[in-house]
């Protein structure tokens, strides 16, 4: 079993920044794909960012320019840093890892942005 505890949220003003972490643990075989994904109230969930076992990144273009990913493997924490939050950004965020086939989520965090 896989667990995903999220961190960080919280409200800030447009145009503020806040950096997410997502730590680890319980039974891991390797390094993983791992993203963050986002719901905003009234929405479907969707994907943000991600990052391969290899470092390599991607970004929803919503977010690309303004939010950072990236992770520590041997503190097995992801990190998402957002900057020049708006408005939109408002959601809770959630961590993924895939495993052997699995999605394995966290609880989220709540990041709310004020105009």
């Known amino acids: 079993q896989v667990q995903l505890v999220e961190s960080g949220g919280g409200l800030v003003q447009a145009g503020g920044s806040l950096r997410l972490s997502c730590a680890a643990s319980?039974?891991?075989?390797?390094?993983?794909?791992m993203g963050w994904y986002r719901q905003a109230p009234g929405k479907q969930r969707e994907w943000v960012a991600g990052i391969t076992s290899g470092g390599f990144t991607n970004y929803a273009d919503s977010v690309k320019g303004r939010f950072s990913i990236s992770r520590d493997n041997a503190k097995k924490t992801l990190y998402l840093q957002m900057n020049s939050l708006k408005p939109e950004d408002t959601a809770v965020y959630y961590c993924n890892l895939k495993q052997a086939g699995i999605n394995y989520w966290g609880k989220g965090t709540l990041v709310t942005v004020s105009s």
């Open positions: 319980g039974t891991i075989f390797s390094i993983n794909a």
